[in-house]
Nanobody, 119 residues
Framework: QVQLVESGGGLVQAGDSLRLSCAVS????????MGWFRQAPGKGRTFVAG????????YYGDSVKGRFTISRDNAKNMVYLRVNSLKPEDTAVYYC????????????WGPGTQVTVSS
């Protein structure tokens, strides 16, 4: 059974940094893209960052370029999202997700971790 479990969220102040973690299990993800999404209160879920599990190539949503960094640790089956210079508008539930390289839609989702940024 595939499982994605996020951790590392919390209440922080504007300007702080966080590292979110996603523990993945249940299958081999070498042919998958791992992604981070977020959903702010009252808004839809939006794409934040993605990483090709096999070659490590990355891509980002326009609103977070330069402040967010996605990475993965193949040996530990972990995906990370480093978030710098947090802003109140970064407040959201952050989700880890996975999709096969040949598909557009993400098939697997974690339950999410809450990040709240105070001004």
């Amino acid at each position: 059974q595939v499982q994605l479990v996020e951790s590392g969220g919390g209440l922080v102040q504007a300007g702080d940094s966080l590292r979110l973690s996603c523990a993945v299990s249940g299958r081999t993800f070498s042919s998958y893209v791992m992604g981070w999404f977020r959903q702010a209160p009252g808004k839809g879920r939006t794409f934040v960052a993605g990483i090709n599990w096999s070659d490590g190539s990355t891509y980002y949503g326009d609103s977070v370029k330069g402040r967010f960094t996605i990475s993965r640790d193949n040996a530990k089956n972990m995906v990370y999202l480093r978030v710098n210079s947090l802003k109140p508008e970064d407040t959201a539930v952050y989700y880890c997700a996975a999709r096969h390289l040949l598909l557009r839609d993400y098939s697997y989702w974690g339950p999410g971790t809450q990040v709240t940024v105070s001004s």
